[in-house]
């Protein structure tokens, strides 16, 4: 079950960085980009996600998932293709093996909606 | 009511990871140690060709092992006979190893051992065809094993695996006219996903092939510790 380890490393990368946020702001919603040619189950993660949260900081938070296809780019053809992850990922023109990937290697955290009271304040 | 505020963080999920894997490669540059991630599904032979590797290298390379195992510690017992630091770590549930696991051998060897008169740490992960692929330790290459019994079709079906990895040994070849396998189907199908990745066929119960994989390792030991 490797999202819960993911989950687990989403969850430490995000502590890392609201620990350094004055004034420990609620988190509404995470934002994150998963590419298709990963190891990560969107499903699989939203469902660690809501379990391994609990009693955290992020407990209120909503996971927002937006997934990337694999895109390749073809040298010889100039030309960027999708692979089909599973069956073929040379060239569909060329037969040239995968070598760029342009896209689907994203495991990302965008950005992070958050009410921040301390900020409130001041505007 | 609290305006809602929304930080562009576009962090990589595997942030804190990479961190330590970058901290422990830091620490093994440091010793003038190479280090390789041995990675494959389960009973690929991950602990025969490591046997196979500190019964000829040994000799000549100073040699620590870390080994990561669910539960137990059967391979770390069976890699002991050889007379090298085993450092053993049992990763619970956890189906690969991480970077601060890893950093808890190093810690290890960094106080039971003399890491620095070392050649080579081999880091044995968890079986496993999926998640290792995406966790770095801090390995100079990823070194990936497949079995002839496991089928042509592994590539195409786990890419990440053959995509990240340096090196992959294709292993248990003198099984291969009895399962009815096409050794050069599965380097075209590693191939496709990774034109540049170094492919040896080898078998650790005849010895076949091993001379080209021990090669590697000793090329691999110079040009990743030249400085």
Same mark, same amino acid.
């Given at each position: 079950?490797?999202?819960?380890?993911? $989950?687990?490393?989403?969850?430490?990368?995000?502590?890392?960085?609201?620990? +350094?946020?004055?004034? !420990?702001?609620?988190?509404?919603?995470?934002?994150?980009?998963?590419?298709?040619?990963?190891? =990560?189950?969107?499903?699989?993660?939203?469902?660690?996600?809501?379990?391994? $949260?609990?009693?955290?900081?992020?407990?209120?938070?909503?996971?927002?998932?937006?997934? $990337?296809?694999?895109?390749?780019?073809?040298?010889?053809? !100039?030309? +960027?293709?999708?692979?089909?992850? #599973?069956?073929?990922?040379?060239?569909?023109?060329?037969?040239?093996? &995968?070598?760029?990937?342009?896209? #689907?290697?994203?495991?990302?955290?965008?950005?992070? /909606?958050?009410?921040?009271?301390?900020?409130?304040?001041?505007? | &009511?609290?305006?809602?505020?929304?930080?562009?963080?576009?962090? %990589?999920?595997?942030?804190?990871?990479?961190?330590?894997?970058?901290?422990?490669?830091?620490?093994?540059?440091?010793?003038?140690?190479?280090?390789?991630?041995?990675?494959?599904?389960?009973?690929?032979?991950?602990?025969?060709?490591?046997?196979? $590797?500190?019964?000829?290298?040994?000799?000549?390379?100073?040699?620590?092992?870390?080994?990561?195992?669910?539960?137990?510690?059967?391979?770390?017992?069976?890699?002991?006979?050889?007379? =090298?630091?085993?450092?053993?770590?049992?990763?619970?549930?956890?189906?690969?190893?991480?970077?601060? &696991?890893?950093?808890?051998?190093?810690?290890?060897?960094?106080?039971?051992?003399?890491?620095? %008169?070392? /050649?080579?740490?081999?880091?044995?992960?968890?079986?496993?065809?999926?998640?290792?692929?995406?966790?770095?330790?801090?390995?100079?290459?990823?070194?990936?094993?497949?079995?002839?019994?496991?089928?042509?079709?592994?590539?195409?079906?786990?890419?990440? &695996?053959?995509?990240?990895?340096?090196?992959?040994?294709?292993?248990?070849?003198?099984?291969?006219?009895?399962?009815?396998? /096409?050794?050069?189907?599965?380097?075209?199908?590693?191939?496709?996903?990774?034109?540049?990745?170094?492919?040896?066929?080898?078998?650790?119960?005849?010895?076949?092939?091993?001379? /080209?994989?021990?090669?590697?390792?000793?090329?691999?030991?110079?040009?990743?510790?030249?400085?």
């Amino acid at each position: 079950m490797h999202e819960t380890d993911m $989950t687990r490393a989403l969850i430490v990368t995000l502590n890392d960085w609201w620990e +350094e946020q004055p004034g !420990q702001p609620q988190v509404s919603q995470v934002h994150l980009v998963v590419g298709q040619f990963t190891c =990560v189950e969107p499903a699989s993660l939203m469902f660690t996600f809501t379990h391994q $949260t609990k009693g955290t900081f992020l407990e209120q938070a909503e996971l927002v998932i937006r997934e $990337t296809p694999l895109v390749a780019f073809c040298h010889g053809c !100039q030309a +960027e293709y999708r692979p089909t992850i #599973g069956l073929q990922y040379a060239c569909p023109t060329c037969q040239a093996p &995968m070598e760029d990937i342009r896209s #689907g290697r994203e495991l990302k955290i965008d950005h992070v /909606d958050y009410a921040d009271a301390a900020q409130d304040i001041t505007r | &009511m609290h305006q809602t505020f929304s930080a562009a963080l576009e962090l %990589d999920l595997l942030h804190a990871n990479q961190a330590g894997a970058d901290h422990n490669r830091a620490h093994f540059d440091r010793w003038g140690v190479t280090c390789f991630n041995l990675m494959s599904g389960p009973g690929a032979g991950k602990t025969a060709l490591l046997e196979r $590797t500190l019964e000829v290298l040994t000799p000549e390379l100073a040699i620590a092992i870390i080994e990561g195992d669910m539960t137990t510690e059967l391979d770390a017992d069976r890699l002991r006979h050889y007379g =090298v630091p085993v450092i053993a770590i049992n990763t619970g549930r956890a189906c690969h190893l991480d970077a601060q &696991m890893v950093a808890g051998g190093i810690h290890v060897l960094d106080e039971q051992h003399s890491p620095s %008169d070392l /050649d080579l740490v081999l880091v044995e992960n968890v079986g496993n065809l999926v998640c290792p692929a995406e966790f770095e330790v801090g390995e100079h290459a990823k070194i990936a094993l497949l079995s002839v019994t496991e089928g042509e079709d592994k590539p195409l079906k786990y890419p990440i &695996m053959f995509r990240e990895a340096d090196c992959l040994l294709i292993t248990k070849v003198d099984l291969a006219p009895h399962v009815d396998v /096409d050794l050069s189907r599965i380097e075209a199908n590693v191939r496709q996903i990774n034109p540049n990745i170094d492919i040896f066929p080898v078998s650790a119960k005849t010895g076949c092939g091993l001379d /080209d994989w021990l090669s590697w390792v000793k090329q691999h030991i110079q040009s990743s510790t030249r400085r």
